[in-house]
């Protein structure tokens, strides 16, 4: 059972959570990532830790509400609650080394996965550039990263209530395509990594591949023990499996199979948004 | 005393739900003994002497079987006296028994070369054993005797930690906490249980029963952390410097994948992760419980061990056409004898000498046929006594909307990169006949040193393990004394 110390709404559908792990807090490395089960009939699903203190015992988590889990926790939670279990942390932390002069994106909430990797980036001396595309409400972590990275770029997109969502997430593919083919071709990067949609992971490391620029992608197949246990997030990499729970979350990009990852990824959007429908009208039927 | 004794050649049937009925739900399927029944079938016994009895050889855990058997008979008109008594004999041996009278292999084990089997049918050692654990369990008779127990341990005051609370993990930390050990057992995930919890069924093993015997454990003082990693929220180095001594038993968690074009296509499920869906998250109760599993019209499942047959059953019981698929012949197939007839009963066809060596997918990039190249059998035997197969050239394919691989487990890879840690070629630790490790004080056990085996010798492993630690923090407790 964690504590959660702090519960806020930092922008649209992205909640905040400070939440005493200290067994998390004193291990987790940047990259690193935990899986979290919220309630006792629930899933369990991984998040990745943004910031944390070893001394005090607590990790920040900021969940994008875009299931029944996300959306329950974000109705039901407060602060003073507990969630039920924290496991990690796990995965493999991101490649501590001085590449020069790093592109890091993250598209929609992808960009607190990013957050702590570039910061520790920057700290060993790297040159810095963060990316973070989405749509216009949803803009999180801006001051934090103008502070953490030699420099960070915010392009939005506004939301256009009479298309439906994955008609307006294609605007935000185009914006982030664009965008990092602008980055490209004024300046040199030694590595660009990105975290967000597999879809827009690849449809970025096809402008990157162009420039011949090593990309690393950190995965987000989906989980279920996060141990190597399942194989549940097994992708395909350099023509071999891999899980990318315990030989990722990073990999090379130019290495990943995306075909396989995307299709993946989707296998069960029908049931997720089966449930996600069914407890949005039990909660609006008026609760239990 | 020597009394005559008319022979009973039949066994006392154990009540089972009709397949009919059963593959609707996730209910248990035997019902097991009433204390009535129980009796019947424990007169039966021949009462083998102690030193002779082959049931009690047969036994990886060398329980008194005919002890326990004849407290039965011996107390028939006091039920709860009667299963008191045979609980302690038990005890003694086992400290899970509810859980070993379901998943045993007792045709392989105890029941093997029961001498009642000469004439007639075998003793049904694991219903009796299973319904001394449940009578127990009903009736707060094991509880009673667990509460007799506690008081007459003596603190030792030194600690040890348990990584993994599987088979082999809950039964050291047991025998341990009895020895006056104060016991911390890691758990990666969010129940305690192991295999226990995510593998075995609940029509085969109700979880229920799995959480009361954890919840014995904490009433002997065991602590449990779940959501605790060894290797990563915790490394082996700070156990050591927290722990008196450490004991190993995190099992064989990395499921082996079939090396064939297509595997990670959608609607293929590895054993592990289909059961861990279906019994530890419960998504056969998907929507009410969150996490889903798809289970198609037509499911492949490929390989005959118990682990394949817990998969076709839990698949059969989502309505789907289950088909078993092995490379080798009906005589190799490992699973339990029960869990084969089971399947059967339920309906789930098994297809022999099929290797399978393509996965063919659609155009959304999931599966919808396997094809498999036919196999023959030669009369040359393997390492194992199972006849070798060879390729026949001839190729079949098979539609399935679902597939699940289960041609076994490896050792978990987060723990055999424990720095000093020994391990084989295929991931085994390395241990000594103390099953103490490459490491000094750490000691393992179960799959982890196994690579893939049963409950019970898990169980073995985890109380012998017991037995190795209680001596050596005992020499280590003298040492200090000595230097005191």
């Known amino acids: 059972m964690y504590k959660i110390l702090e519960k806020k709404e930092i922008a649209m559908r992205n909640v905040w959570y400070k939440i005493q792990a200290p067994h998390v807090a004193g291990k987790v490395k940047p990259g690193q990532f935990v899986i979290v089960r919220a309630f006792s009939n629930g899933e369990r699903i991984p998040l990745t830790p943004v910031m944390w203190d070893a001394e005090e015992g607590w990790i920040v988590l900021i969940t994008f509400i875009r299931g029944k889990t996300t959306m329950k926790m974000a109705a039901e939670l407060k602060e003073g609650d507990y969630i039920l279990n924290v496991a990690g942390p796990l995965g493999n932390p991101a490649e501590m080394k001085k590449f020069g002069k790093i592109l890091a994106i993250g598209a929609y909430t992808g960009i607190v996965e990013t957050f702590p990797i570039a910061k520790a980036w920057h700290e060993i001396g790297n040159y810095v550039t963060t990316l973070h595309v989405t749509f216009e409400p949803m803009v999180v972590l801006k001051e934090e990263l103008e502070r953490a990275v030699d420099s960070h770029i915010v392009e939005t997109v506004p939301i256009d209530p009479n298309l439906d969502f994955p008609t307006n997430m294609k605007n935000v593919t185009k914006r982030l395509t664009e965008t990092v083919r602008e980055m490209l071709e004024k300046e040199d990067y030694d590595l660009v990594f990105m975290v967000g949609p597999a879809g827009d992971q690849r449809a970025v490391f096809n402008v990157v591949k162009e420039f011949g620029i090593p990309m690393k992608a950190d995965l987000h197949p989906i989980m279920v023990d996060g141990t190597g246990m399942c194989g549940s997030c097994r992708v395909t990499v350099g023509g071999e499996v891999k899980f990318a729970c315990i030989d990722g979350p990073e990999f090379d990009a130019y290495q990943v199979d995306w075909d396989v990852l995307i299709a993946r990824s989707g296998y069960y959007t029908d049931m997720e948004q089966r449930a996600m429908q069914e407890y949005m009208k039990a909660i609006q039927g008026g609760g239990e | ?484």
């Open chain 2, 1 to 484: 005393m020597v009394r005559k004794r008319r022979i009973i050649k039949e066994r006392v049937p154990t009540p089972e739900r009709p397949a009919e009925e059963r593959i609707h739900d996730f209910k248990e399927v035997n019902l097991g003994y009433t204390f009535g029944l129980a009796v019947k079938e424990a007169e039966r016994c021949l009462q083998c002497p102690y030193n002779y009895a082959p049931c009690i050889k047969g036994c990886p855990v060398h329980i008194d079987i005919p002890g326990f058997i004849s407290k039965l008979v011996q107390y028939r008109d006091d039920p709860d006296k009667a299963v008191k008594e045979a609980l302690n004999v038990i005890w003694a041996c086992n400290s899970l028994p509810a859980t070993t009278g379901r998943v045993c292999p007792q045709e392989d084990q105890c029941e093997m070369n029961c001498v009642m089997g000469k004439v007639g049918d075998k003793i049904n050692i694991g219903k009796l054993e299973r319904f001394v654990a449940d009578y127990a369990r009903e009736k707060g008779i094991d509880e009673e005797l667990l509460f007799e127990i506690i008081p007459k341990i003596e603190k030792t005051g030194q600690r040890v930690a348990i990584i993994g609370a599987g088979p082999a993990g809950l039964t050291a930390a047991g025998e341990l906490a009895k020895l006056g050990y104060d016991v911390t057992i890691y758990e990666a995930l969010h129940e305690p249980g192991g295999v226990l919890m995510y593998g075995i069924p609940e029509f085969r093993l109700p979880k229920s029963i799995v959480e009361k015997e954890i919840d014995k454990l904490r009433k002997l003082g065991v602590k449990i952390l779940t959501d605790h990693i060894v290797g990563k929220t915790v490394t082996m180095d700070e156990l050591l410097q927290n722990y008196d001594a450490v004991f190993i038993g995190s099992g064989a968690g990395t499921p082996r994948l079939i090396n064939a074009p297509g595997i990670n296509l959608n609607g293929i499920y590895t054993a592990n992760e289909f059961l861990t869906r279906v019994n530890l998250m419960k998504a056969y109760l998907f929507p009410e419980y969150d996490t889903p599993v798809k289970v198609g019209k037509k499911v492949i499942v490929i390989g005959a061990g118990n682990t394949g047959m817990d998969a076709a059953r839990s698949a059969r019981r989502f309505g789907a056409e289950v088909t078993i698929a092995y490379r080798r012949g009906e005589e190799d197939v490992s699973a339990r004898i029960e869990e084969v007839e089971h399947a059967k009963e339920e309906g789930i066809k098994f297809a022999y000498f099929l290797n399978p060596v393509e996965f063919i997918g659609d155009e959304n990039g999931k599966v919808k046929a396997v094809k498999f190249e036919k196999m023959k059998a030669l009369d040359e035997r393997d390492s194992r006594g199972k006849r070798k197969i060879v390729g026949t050239g001839e190729y079949v394919t098979l539609e399935a909307e679902t597939v699940i691989i289960a041609i076994g487990k490896h050792p978990n890879r987060l723990i055999i990169n424990t720095p000093g840690l020994e391990v084989d070629k295929r991931g085994k630790i390395i241990v000594d006949e103390n099953l103490m490790t490459s490491i000094p004080g750490v000691f393992a056990g179960g799959d982890a040193i196994r690579g893939e085996a049963t409950v019970i010798l898990a169980m073995g492993d985890g109380r012998r393990a017991a037995k190795a630690i209680h001596e050596y923090l005992t020499k280590k407790r003298e040492g200090q004394k000595a230097n005191a």
